[in-house]
């Protein structure tokens, strides 16, 4: 057995990150060394961040984003299409196509994607909210941003067939190659997506 050469608070430290994603045991003794070695300039302002962030963050009630206020910025935004929903798996999802910049539309965040294997159902999910915001009337289209994983896919076969029954248009972002992709690089996956959705000139 291995011999503790910190004490309890150090070690709780190291615990804690090591439960964040991406950080395992090793990572998270590097990352704690990091804050308490530079206390003043980092843990202390991160710590002071942690506990406000914690104190003030909420759930949207109408998408399920992470904000200050509810509804959040992004649903109270008036210069939003409100006729477009964009559905995601997560919130980080919603910040990577924000960072992009490349739709001014609403969004909804299902909190995860289908996996009976995992125990997550349709009901685990934040379909209800989705159709209740199809069905108000001001909804024309909805896409599905979600994964090209086998359960991204299962999840927006789902959801299509949920939706099938309010009339509205659905639609699911292109796959396929990336650009300044070469294909010589590319898998099987990304290549047979890439032919099924090929689109003239």
């Known amino acids: 057995m291995a011999k503790k050469i910190t004490g309890p608070e150090i070690e709780r430290l190291i615990q804690l ?82 960072r992009a910049g490349v739709v001014s539309a609403r969004y909804h965040v299902l909190g995860g994607h289908l996996s009976p294997l995992d125990g997550v159902g349709p009901d685990q999910l934040n379909l209800d909210a989705l159709l209740a915001r199809v069905n108000d009337g001001l909804v024309s289209e909805v896409l599905l941003a979600l994964n090209t994983t086998v359960e991204g896919q299962s999840t927006a076969h789902y959801v299509t067939g949920l939706l099938a029954p309010t009339g509205v248009a659905v639609s699911r972002l292109a796959q396929g190659v990336p650009m300044g992709g070469e294909l010589d690089y590319l898998d099987e996956g990304t290549l047979a997506a890439a032919i099924k959705s090929r689109r003239r000139m």
């Open 17 to 98: 990150l090591g439960r964040m994603p991406g950080l395992g045991p090793r990572s998270a003794r590097k990352a704690a060394l990091a804050l308490l070695k530079r206390r003043d300039a980092l843990m202390i302002p991160l710590a002071s961040a942690l506990a406000e962030a914690a104190g003030k963050l909420k759930d949207c009630t109408i998408c399920g984003n992470l904000d200050t206020v509810d509804p959040c910025s992004i649903c109270r935004d008036p210069a939003r299409d409100p006729n477009l929903i964009v559905v995601v798996e997560e919130i980080g999802d919603l910040w990577a196509l924000e």
